[in-house]
C-alpha cells in the first residue's frame, strides 16, 4: 500500500504551478551520495534531450516519445519494488481519464527492457515505459542517487537484481536508483508540476495527479 502525501505538500506544490514559468537551460547532474541530496529537475525548465531505450532495447530520444503531446513522467526503482508495483497500478487505473484531456504516461526505471516487458505483463499495463539503464535521464532530471552499501548489498543478493553496479567517489560500487518521481509537462515539454519524496514509500496520490492535470490542460 502507498501511503497518503502530506496534504499541505501537495497544496504547496500546486501552488507553484501558478508561478510564471521560464524555461531555463538543464546539464546532466552528477549522482547524489544520497535521496535528500538530488537536485531536481525544477518547473519552468524543459524535458532535457536525453537518450532510453524502448521494449525491444532500440535506443529513442525522450522527447521524440513525448510526440508534441501533455505528458505525466514516472521515475520509479524498478518492476521489483512493490511500491513501484502499487504506484503503476494505480497510474492504470486513471489513465483514461489522463487520454481523455490529452495527456499520456510514460515510465521511467534502470530495468532492462526484458524487465520492463515482464513489468507491463504483471501489471496489465497500456502505457509507456523504457529503460535509463545508463542513467540518461535520471541524471539529467537530477534524481539519481548511490545506495548505501548495506543498500545495494541487500538489494542485489534479495532482489536478485542485474543492475549494473556505479563507483561513487570513494571508488565503492553502489546501486544507482532514482528517487520516484512525477512530472507533468505541457506539448512543449515544458515542466509545469512535479513531485518526489526521498522516502520511496510515498507516492504522489492518483487524485493529485489528476488535479494537476487538468490545472496544465485549462
Not at 499541505?8 to 514559468?21: F, K
Not at 509507456?128 to 537530477?142: E, I, K, Q, W, Y
Not at 571508488?171 to 520516484?180: K, N, Q, S, T, W
Request: aromatic share 8%.
Amino acid at each position: 500500500m502507498t501511503k497518503t502525501p502530506n496534504p499541505l505538500l501537495g497544496t504547496l506544490l500546486l501552488l507553484l504551478m501558478s508561478l510564471p514559468l521560464t524555461a531555463e537551460p538543464v546539464t546532466v547532474k552528477p549522482i547524489a551520495e544520497s535521496p535528500t541530496t538530488i537536485s531536481p529537475l525544477l518547473n519552468g525548465q524543459q524535458v532535457p534531450e536525453v537518450l532510453v531505450k524502448d521494449l525491444k532495447g532500440e535506443t529513442v530520444e525522450l522527447k521524440q516519445l513525448l510526440q508534441g503531446k501533455p505528458s505525466v513522467i514516472f521515475f520509479y526503482r524498478g518492476g521489483w519494488c512493490p511500491f513501484c508495483n502499487a504506484q503503476m497500478g494505480q497510474l492504470q487505473a486513471i489513465e483514461g481519464d489522463l487520454l481523455k484531456m490529452g495527456f499520456q504516461l510514460i515510465g521511467i526505471s534502470p530495468d532492462a527492457p526484458e524487465e520492463l516487458r515482464a513489468s507491463m505483463t504483471k501489471n496489465d499495463l497500456n502505457y509507456t515505459l523504457v529503460s535509463d539503464a545508463d542513467l540518461n535521464a535520471m541524471r539529467a532530471f537530477g534524481l539519481a542517487y548511490f545506495s548505501s552499501q548495506s543498500i545495494t548489498e541487500r538489494y542485489m543478493s534479495k532482489m536478485q537484481l542485474n543492475n549494473r553496479l556505479w563507483k561513487n567517489a570513494a571508488g565503492e560500487e553502489r546501486l544507482v536508483l532514482p528517487v520516484p518521481a512525477v512530472y507533468i509537462t505541457d506539448k512543449t515539454g515544458l515542466v509545469h508540476f512535479q513531485y518526489l519524496n526521498p522516502n520511496y514509500k510515498v507516492r504522489a496520490e492518483p487524485k493529485l495527479i489528476l488535479t494537476a492535470a487538468s490545472l496544465v490542460k485549462s
